[in-house]
DNA sequence: AGTCGTATATTCGGTGACGAGTAATCGGAA
DNA sequence: TTCCGATTACTCGTCACCGAATATACGACT
């Protein structure tokens, strides 16, 4: 949608919690470890001290002092502007209403698994279940700790990247079974294009076919962005 | 786990079709939009001429013949080199049998809801509910009809992308629900907060306690990466 | 008194991603 | 025949991201 001024995720924690109260770059990476963010927004030094510049160049936040204790180096204080505020939330609603299409790497890597054998794909796939698996387990356990202790409301992101971590799972366990029992059709094609070099008909077709349909009907509709960015 | 000396997925791609013949970079964004992996898979042009020339530089590629067509600009074809079809193959190995971290936006939302009203937050979440069902809906609608034409090996990544999209719209009406109902712990003290402005009592304690307990503890070992690059 | 480790706080250079822009050609309609 | 729009093919400048490195202070231990 509208492009931000200041695209990276990183910038949208900034704000939240400079508006909360004011504070320095290096206190809003303490209080966003603090509070277990650092799971579901990838801090970055480089990356924060940068953030915050452009916030500031674009309005966004502004410096409400500079102090020092002892011979430390200086602490720039921000404060959220009220553009900044409304920036963020925006932003967040955005965020939270429309679904975009993220590119995650497991897909590209599924639609190129076609160059291995496929029982070399199960045998890797099946490490990734056990792997999800494991993570599941260890996530679900400190999940529950931490239920203990704080409301679950501060807890979403973490219950959602679980599920989706066993959504995951169970999809990928569907494959296995799929490709196992041989009801996953073209799998045949594939062996013999493996063993033999000759390419499926299916992608020579598609090849030749080129785009005698419309060449990306759904990808026109849906919204994508594959990193942190969108400047302007 | 490996830095790859050229990170971005593309790079992937490009030598998976290089590995099946010699192509130039043109040549190569027309078959991946083709065979419709512009949908699992981000072509950028800028990033597709980078790549090919990376991956010239470290050797996974070589520039097999220079050829034009009238006075049309010169196409240079590339093949895949040895060590290029080892890299191809270990990196797709990687991606299929790790899953990483990669950090959806949604995610970072979810955890920076808090500034939001909760009966607001309940309207954006309804709507990419809604979105997301018409996503599906349109997906599903296109995938049968690209079943009838393809084997379903050709199609996974499309199955793949449509059940996670499923599955967070599943887990997003869960969560809905869990408000409407006040089944969820916190939504209280988060109404409280936003109607006086008084920190809930978590967000404290967990600003003091900071690491009392190990930090990351998870963090540690989930591999993460937020976005295409790992160069070195 | 020395020094080791950790926390504080930030800078900086290199790299790559991006997408708009360019430039040439071709096919078809007016 | 000429013009327009689509297609082919690629380039370039800008900008953001990254993480290693820097520099200082403080507390604890020997």
């Given at each position: ?6 695209g ?15 504070r ?93 054998d ?14 999800i ?90 919204q ?6 969108p400047?302007?």
């Amino acid at each position: 949608m509208a492009r931000r001024r200041v695209g990276n995720t990183l910038a949208l924690a900034v704000l939240a919690l400079v508006a909360e109260q004011p504070r320095h770059p290096y206190e809003i990476a303490q209080v966003l470890r603090s509070r277990g963010k650092e799971n579901s927004i990838k801090i970055n030094y480089g990356s924060l001290y940068t953030v915050v510049r452009n916030l500031e160049k674009h309005g966004l936040i502004t410096a409400t002092g500079v102090d020092r204790e002892g011979r430390r180096p200086e602490r720039t204080t921000y404060a959220v502007t009220e553009a900044g505020d409304a920036e963020m939330r925006e932003w967040l609603g955005e965020l939270l209403s429309v679904r975009v299409h993220e590119f995650p790497r497991f897909e590209g890597a599924l639609s190129l698994m076609g160059v291995l054998d496929p029982d070399q794909v199960s045998t890797l796939l099946e490490r990734r279940v056990e792997a999800i698996d494991a993570h599941v387990a260890r996530g679900r356990a400190e999940l529950a700790e931490l239920t203990g202790r704080l409301p679950r409301v501060f807890l979403v992101e973490n219950e959602y990247e679980l599920a989706m971590a066993e959504a995951e799972a169970r999809w990928v366990r569907g494959l296995l079974d799929e490709i196992a029992d041989d009801s996953l059709s073209g799998v045949a094609e594939w062996r013999h294009f493996r063993a033999t070099g000759e390419a499926p008909a299916a992608w020579v077709d598609m090849d030749a076919a080129d785009r005698e349909l419309a060449p990306t009907e759904a990808a026109e509709h849906d919204q994508e962005a594959t990193t942190d960015d969108p400047t302007g």
